[in-house]
């Protein structure tokens, strides 16, 4: 639980991928929208992603990783809800 917010993040990450494997299981269009959209920033080069199986992405996920590593982290004036959990 987050120290300072009192959010349950565990509770509520088990949730939200609850209903995203749910979603993605059944073929939900706004479930399907999400992983669409993910594909499209995270895999922009690629034919397919989460969604679309038609290639193989092993190499995607390291592409992803190291523009995620690149990325600049956000700049705020305290410790963001994340940092503040309790695991």
């Known amino acids: 639980m987050g120290t300072n917010t009192g959010i349950n993040y565990g509770k509520d990450f088990d949730e939200y991928l609850e209903i995203l494997l749910t979603g993605l299981h059944k073929k939900k269009h706004s479930i399907l929208n999400v992983f669409r959209e993910w594909d499209r920033v995270i895999f922009p080069n690629l034919d397919s992603g989460m969604v679309a199986h038609n290639q ?5 996920l390291k592409r992803a990783m190291m523009m995620l590593d690149d990325d600049e982290d956000e700049q705020d004036e ?10």
């Open 56 to 60: 193989d992405t092993g190499g995607s």
């Open 78 to 87: 305290g410790p963001s809800q994340l940092e503040t959990r309790d695991v």
